[in-house]
């Protein structure tokens, strides 16, 4: 089975301070893509990043970073100097063809991040 | 491009009534999902089809749910009749096909309120 696990249900943290939101999931596949999604306010599921199992590099794009550890079956994000529009849920997820015709991505339940000045 | 649009944005309707959503995918794009986000279940997936026909409908909650993909720029998730607990956001998302490295877009979903 696949499961996705998002340990932190809510993080708060003053402007410029560095944060981290872990992910660590389960799959049996051997094939599988983590992906990071962000859910402001407003609602809307906004795609960050995706990630194959075969590539273990962090990857970096601006403030955000990303630590994909096969070791421990983690994929944490990092946002560095956190600014008040980072505010939102953050959702980890997984998509694999494990007993699947199609991928689907199985969600994490979601790590609200609050940042304040 | 644009996105996947859906529409409403929001919906308020009594408890027994028929709701319709509606999902336009992203151009080109072969696969399209319907998910739920609840307080309870989180996000779930509800049914997904490929070239318009349905493939995976495991996850529709219970025969009041349905889905149609008549062409592929349009579906609908209809609920009849509808009640309180269906209460949430409802999701379309689209990807150009079904391989786990696709990247799925979501629209803006549809915020459902029954009383």
């Known amino acids: 089975a696949q499961k996705v696990t998002q340990a932190q249900t809510e993080i708060s943290v003053v402007e410029k301070e560095d944060v981290t939101l872990d992910c660590v999931y389960e799959t049996r596949d051997t094939t599988y893509y983590l992906f990071w999604y962000k859910q402001p306010p407003s609602g809307e599921l906004v795609f960050l990043i995706r990630r194959n199992s075969f590539d273990e590099q962090n990857e970096i794009s601006g403030r955000y970073s990303w630590n994909f550890q096969k070791s421990t079956s983690s994929f944490n994000f990092t946002i560095t100097a956190s600014q008040v529009v980072d505010s939102a849920v953050y959702f980890c997820?997984?998509?694999?063809?494990?007993?699947?015709?199609?991928?689907?991505?199985?969600f994490g339940t979601g790590t609200r991040l609050q940042v304040t000045l | 491009d644009a996105g996947v649009i859906q529409s409403p944005r929001h919906e308020v309707t009594e408890m027994g009534q028929e709701v319709t959503l509606r999902c336009k995918p992203i151009?080109?794009?072969?696969?399209l999902f319907w998910y739920r986000q609840t307080m309870m279940r989180g996000l779930e997936l509800l049914i997904y089809?490929?070239?318009?026909?349905?493939?995976?409908d495991s996850g529709m909650p219970e025969d009041r749910f349905s889905a149609k993909m008549p062409n592929a720029s349009f579906s609908t998730l209809k609920i009849q009749p509808s009640e309180p607990r269906d209460s949430a956001v409802y999701f379309c998302?689209?990807?150009?096909?079904?391989?786990?490295?696709?990247?799925?877009?979501f629209g803006e979903g549809s915020w459902l309120t029954v009383v």
């Open positions: 998302a689209s990807s150009s096909d079904g391989s786990s490295g696709n990247t799925i877009y």
């Open positions: 089809f490929n070239n318009n026909v349905p493939i995976d």
């Open positions: 997820a997984l998509s694999s063809r494990y007993r699947s015709t199609a991928s689907k991505l199985t």
């Open positions: 151009s080109g794009h072969d696969y």
